[in-house]
């Protein structure tokens, strides 16, 4: 131990009991320095060793995560609520995008050929992407192994070596990710954590790290910005959303129905995209009401046998009261729930209709277990209520005829029909918002090329017969190219 110095600690906590379940350090400027240097070591090893080596390297971690996913789970289910059940899905779903992103890498990001045009016919052209190096990584404590993994599987794949700062709320369940991939790559800390608060994560975003990805609120979207924008680090923004299900005359309810009480009240709410508000068409909005309700009675939080968590950030339950509050004293009903079902870190599901549509349980991202339901006279009304919003992340749509026509018109990074958000449990789809939603994409071939840059290269296979970078250039061939321009260019109409 340096003489002087003074190291501090942070405690996590079980948000259902309020029990202290880890303490770890809170890592100073100096600290997250030090792993960047160790980690920019570390990258020219891991991206030496080749696509076809760190696909090895990577299964190798996936198969370590398989085999432990129990103990993984519990620590979810410790440090932020989730029920274990939930918990081994999160697992599930990030374990198949783990398997893409290693197997997808080389044909995704290898050098190929591509076209140099007539006028640069004696060059061979070529594109590769390449790793930045080090990638540092801010994760959310929701959804604490399926979110980060979209970044830190495809930042790997890609070559990088990643810093990881996971939550406060969830250190544990980083550092368990950690240790199993140092199980199965023990040479150099290719996949480093750094524990901490706000400040930890300041620190990861004024290092020298090449790229940032980062998941969390908006808010603290635009701190991460501001503090990247110091080194014109390049960020990836995985922020807020307000996401919206449609249901038209000719859906099913029931599934419709389903779809909204599993999006809008698993993990309490507490998802990026989750659904909040629900436009129903008028001819079946009585029906839908009905069924949605009926199917939410049975889902509560608290208990041994809940079907939901508490919430995990005891400043977010003042959040949820003061959107149910405000609604019901604009003339909104809740059909189920309300106010009186806050109770200390739990809040049971509430079903809110008649909210006035620039309340702020309609514009302002929850984040809780409640879903707002209006009746609207069609579908453009529908559509155009959906992107009156400034978030943007995902949408769902239920329709037998239309679901198409109506997700093409909904702006939004991706949108579901008749299904809720399996848009982000297909790898090879990308995932990532609009607007207020944020930018850039993880999954699929987007989310690799995300922690790469484009590297172009020629190489000259024979002298042109039409030297153009040169002053030796004559008029001869300034009179050649003039008439290829009005051949090649000038007769399209």
């Not at 570390?42 to 198969?63: C, P």
């Not at 901490?196 to 603290?220: H, N, Y």
């Not at 590297?455 to 040169?470: I, V, Y």
């Amino acid at each position: 131990m340096t003489a002087g110095r003074e190291f501090s600690t942070f405690e996590v906590y079980d948000p259902a009991t309020g029990r202290a379940v880890g303490s770890y350090p809170a890592q100073s400027a100096a600290d997250v320095d030090a792993t960047v240097a160790a980690a920019h070591d570390a990258s020219a090893w891991w991206g030496a060793l080749g696509f076809a080596e760190r696909r090895r390297r990577l299964d190798a971690w996936r198969g370590e995560i398989a085999r432990g996913r129990a103990e993984l789970a519990e620590i979810i289910h410790t440090e932020m609520g989730k029920p274990i059940s939930d918990a081994k899905l999160e697992i599930a779903m990030a374990l198949e995008h783990l398997k893409w992103a290693a197997g997808n890498a080389e044909s995704v990001l290898g050098r190929r050929s591509v076209s140099p045009g007539l006028l640069a016919i004696n060059q061979e052209a070529t594109v590769e992407y390449r790793p930045f190096g080090v990638v540092g990584v801010i994760g959310p404590w929701n959804y604490p192994v399926f979110t980060p993994m979209g970044s830190l599987s495809f930042a790997l794949a890609a070559g990088n070596a990643v810093v990881f700062k996971p939550s406060e709320y969830a250190t544990g369940t980083g550092v368990w990710l950690a240790d199993a991939f140092a199980a199965v790559v023990p040479e150099h800390p290719v996949l480093s954590v750094v524990t901490g608060l706000a400040e930890t994560g300041a620190a990861l975003c004024r290092s020298a790290v090449g790229k940032i990805g980062f998941t969390g609120s908006t808010a603290t979207g635009k701190r991460v910005m501001a503090a990247c924008a110091e080194n014109l680090t390049p960020v990836l923004m995985e922020c807020g959303g307000k996401d919206a299900l449609i249901v038209d005359v000719d859906a099913d309810l029931d599934a419709a129905a389903d779809a909204a009480v599993w999006g809008g009240l698993s993990n309490a709410g507490q998802t990026c995209l989750a659904v909040e508000r629900v436009y129903v068409h008028a001819d079946v909005y009585d029906r839908f009401v009905a069924t949605l309700v009926a199917a939410a009675r049975g889902i509560s939080a608290g208990g041994g046998d809940s079907k939901i968590g508490p919430i995990t950030m005891l400043e977010q339950i003042e959040v949820i009261r003061r959107h149910i509050d405000d609604a019901i004293s604009r003339g909104a009903t809740a059909l189920l729930g309300g106010p009186q079902t806050v109770d200390r870190q739990f809040v049971q599901p509430t079903i809110l209709v008649d909210v006035p549509e620039d309340s702020a349980a309609v514009t302002e991202e929850t984040f809780g277990p409640t879903l707002t339901v209006a009746k609207v006279r069609d579908m453009d009304e529908a559509i155009e209520r959906v992107n009156a919003s400034e978030y943007a992340l995902g949408a769902t749509v239920f329709a037998r005829r239309n679901g198409r026509r109506i997700a093409d018109r909904i702006r939004a990074g991706g949108t579901s029909i008749n299904a809720f958000v399996a848009h982000a449990t297909i790898p090879t789809l990308p995932l990532g918002g609009v607007g207020s939603s944020g930018f850039g994409r993880v999954h699929g071939p987007d989310g690799l090329k995300e922690f790469t840059y484009a590297k172009a290269t020629t190489r000259q296979r024979f002298a042109s017969p039409l030297a153009l970078t040169t002053f030796a250039r004559s008029a001869a061939i300034d009179t050649v190219v003039d008439r290829l321009v009005a051949v090649l260019h000038g007769r399209t109409r």
